[in-house]
């Protein structure tokens, strides 16, 4: 009996899916590798072999998205647009390697983000299906849950050992880092030890992100799955999706992030107006006041003496220090960028005479792509902005709905939910029936909470990294990695 050889669709099909699953792995591991290793090898943390390996992997994912357009017959491309944006990032990153004061280390990092960025253009090609970018969700929740578990027990059992550890063998210990016994240096290895959690990331900061991100999706997916009535194994996959979320919560608390709670605090806020409110106009007023509220506050902290709230200033006084160091480090290099992994270089000659330290990164997205690689970042990330809005429009013009409502006009019952529909528009349309509300929530819901964790977190313009593939579904999951390695402030 011979197997018949499979037709060029079904090969086509089988390529694109093995993209899936290749980005999958990849959204599960990069958080971890692009804050961690480096082909140039760090102690401790995975080194060239690692790194060789990821980087095939992502360039892997164009190579069989050509094969499958090959099999096919014929080049898809779902979000054509993204080629430009992503041609700009690779030659922003080749112009700044040029001009990089540290030559080998610009170079490194670049082929290691053009990876990613080649690499997310082809899973953001290859995701057709409801049930990939379900796959893709799961995989991102999976993950977080792992970081959060790992961030409790890090937290409840880690720390408190080290510590005693520390204090049984503290002159060995110092000794081993190199650090004088009864200096600053001292103190603050110690502070580490009361300071927030970090998991198996390269900073709090960055676990709080990863872990903001997933209570979100958590968040969304149990909405939706709890909308499926009569469905017993929806109502228990939305059970599990609220413990994850949980969990995910538990560990933004435990890396003592502020920017992570307040994510927290007001996507939730979001997310309640957006399913809760119908009137555009008022939607728009509530969305709006916790940001107001929140300056006014930042304002009116300035002049309150009291700890908890003289540290948060502190730490926004550092950020701005970093942005005015970035201006100016623009003014010479506006046009061509320092280079990856050279920031730190020029900062140390451009900081502000009173500030207490040096950062290899200016802890604000744009800010950090602008320096980094020229104008020619900065442009791309204006076309994933501009490219974003229009898809908004259109979405709107051709009938969209408020998420969890409706059908949009036209479409039929059993057809897929619009990959470009923004959730939040009224519609005027028929009365929706409970298999409409089914299928619309199945694909709306957590489409705003991912733009929460990141406006607050990483800056307004990441938004539009992240939602760069939102209009083709949850494909712009795996930009997470680019946020956090490019974007996400990461102390020296």
């Given amino acids: 009996m011979s ?26 591991a990069l958080p971890r590798f692009t804050t961690c290793a480096g082909f140039l090898g760090v102690p401790g943390v995975p080194g060239p072999p690692i790194v060789l390996l990821i980087g095939l992997m992502l360039w892997l994912m164009p190579v069989l998205m050509v094969a499958s357009w ?9 979000a054509a647009w993204l080629a430009v944006p992503a041609g700009l990032f690779v030659l922003g990153a080749a112009v700044s390697t040029a001009v990089a004061s540290d030559k080998a280390s610009a170079m490194v990092r670049a082929a290691e983000m053009t990876g990613l960025w080649v690499g997310l253009f082809a899973l953001v090609q290859a995701i057709r299906t409801d049930a990939e970018r379900r796959f893709l969700l799961a995989v ?6 792992v970081s959060a578990a790992v961030a409790i027990h890090q937290a409840t059992v880690g720390m408190p050992k080290a510590w005693d550890f520390f204090q049984a063998n503290r002159e060995e210990v110092l000794a081993g880092y190199g650090i004088e016994p009864g200096g600053f240096q001292e103190q603050a290895f110690i502070d580490q030890f009361f300071g927030g959690v970090r998991a198996s990331m390269g900073h709090p900061n960055v676990l709080a992100t990863f872990l903001t ?9 149990v909405r939706e799955k709890w909308s499926e009535a009569g469905s017993r194994g929806a109502r228990a996959l939305a059970t599990v999706m609220a413990a994850a979320a949980v ?10 992030s502020r920017a992570g709670l307040a994510a927290l605090a007001v996507g939730l806020y979001w997310l ?17 006041a916790p940001l107001v509220i929140a300056a006014v506050a930042l304002a009116a902290a300035t002049q309150v003496d009291h700890p908890a709230v003289t540290g948060a200033v502190k730490t926004l006084r550092y950020r701005l220090d970093y942005w005015w160091a970035t201006l100016r480090i623009l003014r010479r290099y506006w046009d061509t960028g320092v280079g990856l992994q050279n920031f730190g270089n020029h900062y140390v000659q451009h900081k502000v005479a009173w500030a207490p330290e040096d950062v290899a990164d200016p802890h604000n997205m744009l800010l950090s792509t602008w320096s980094t690689l020229g104008l020619a970042g900065a442009t791309a990330l204006a076309l994933l902005a501009v490219g974003t809005v229009r898809e908004w ?16 006009d036209g479409a039929r019952s ?15 349309g028929p009365e929706p029936t409970s298999r409409d509300r089914k299928g619309a929530v199945s694909r709306g819901e957590p489409v705003l909470a991912l733009l929460v964790p990141v406006m607050l977190i990483a800056g307004p313009v990441a938004i539009y990294v992240f939602v760069m593939g939102w209009y083709r579904g949850v494909a712009a999951t795996a930009v997470m990695a680019m946020v956090i390695g490019l974007g996400a402030g990461e102390e020296p």
């Fill in 140 to 145: 991102l929740v999976a993950t977080a849950l």
């Fill in 393 to 408: 429009l259109r979405a709107a013009r051709s009938g969209s709905v408020r998420s969890g409502d409706a059908w949009p």
């Fill in 247 to 256: 969990a995910c919560a538990a560990g933004v608390a435990l890396t003592h």
């Fill in 272 to 288: 309640a107006v957006a399913w809760r409110v119908r009137k555009r106009r008022v939607r728009v007023v509530l969305y709006v």
């Fill in 3 to 28: 197997l018949a050889a499979p037709s060029g669709q079904t090969a086509a099909q089988w390529l694109r899916r093995a993209v899936i699953v290749i980005g999958a792995a990849m959204l599960a």
């Fill in 213 to 221: 991100l997933g209570f979100f999706v958590a968040v969304g997916l």
């Fill in 414 to 428: 059993g057809d897929a939910w619009p990959d470009d529909a923004w959730p939040g528009d009224a519609w005027s």
């Fill in 70 to 78: 090959v099999a096919e017959r014929r080049a898809t491309l779902p």
